[in-house]
């Protein structure tokens, strides 16, 4: 459905974080991190890998967001490692240990972590930034962490753009993805309410995150994140979605 992006718009992100065959370019990252409540938390207990997070020691103490479309990336990256199998039991563990503490999104899940409701959960960084960013440094109880190198949990996921090919606008568009990759549409995105990583032209974050070029996530490719169907079958099976 999509028409192929300007070679000149794909130079500027690296091509590791564009579509494989050119039909959308990547404009910003955010990356999985752990978020806990600091009161019922400290930082030396938390787990080190989120395979960890199906030992029934967690029963009763992790949320999950099963339905948020963020936590797809984790379940294809677990799928790709292990296998859809152990990706399986993997979700039936962690919807267990999390009890009635699945909601609906990130935002819910971020908000319950902070206000003491549950203790851990897996979230993408920009929503610990955006709920700080509503409530004030004053109120926040959580904070955030990763999981070790190269963890299947640890995982950074891409915001695209691209034009339908049935588009009537198709120069324009053109023009809007070269902007929105540009030096000054990714300043915007840099110093935004998104708190995500701008990815293109070189462009780095304004928020005192950890520098997008530190992290060491698992290896996982675009390509082989895919479109998601293979996590949301998974999902649907576990009774998730």
Sequence with gaps: MLARVDPSTLAKTPSRFNSPDGRWVGVTARVSVMIYN?????????PTSAMDLADPKWSGRIGIAGSETDF???VTSIARTYGEQAALHWLEAVKANAGGHDYPDNETLTAQVNGGQVALGIINQYYWYRERAQ??????????????????????????????SSSTHQAAAQRFLAFLTSVQGQEIIAHSDSFEYPIASGVTTAEPETPFDELEPNSITVAELGTGAEAIELLQEAQLL
């Design 38 to 46: 600091t009161s019922l938390l400290k930082r030396d207990q938390l």
């Design 72 to 74: 797809q990336p984790i």
């Design 135 to 164: 409530v004030g440094a004053g109120a926040m109880h959580s904070a955030i962490a990763y999981f070790a190198p190269h963890d299947v949990g640890y995982v950074v996921d891409v915001s695209g753009a691209g034009i339908l």
